[in-house]
């Protein structure tokens, strides 16, 4: 569960390829080619702005209530064993 809630506010690499239809062409054959790009960059703009703010405040309510759990389980075990 921490490993899942700390990937959520790094949305460095949607950001980085948000563009990538808009620059690379994609449907430069497509009539409705510029209604498509332009709702792909929106929409890597809005993942961008949500999942930074949603995956903060998760992180921040339920990363340290994990992460102590995981910690609790691993003591009690003895630790990892090979």
Do not use: N
Request: hydrophobic fraction near 45%; charged fraction near 15%; charge should be positive.
């Amino acid at each position: 569960l921490f490993c899942f809630l700390s990937t959520l506010p790094r949305a460095t690499i949607q950001g980085a390829l948000g563009p990538i239809p808009v620059r690379d062409r994609f449907f430069h054959s497509d009539q409705f080619r510029a209604e498509r790009t332009q709702f792909i960059a929106a929409a890597a703009r809005l993942y961008v702005v949500v999942m930074a703010v949603v995956g903060s405040i998760l992180l921040d309510r339920y990363g340290v209530r994990a992460l102590q759990t995981i910690t609790e389980v691993v003591g009690s075990s003895g630790g990892c064993q090979k």
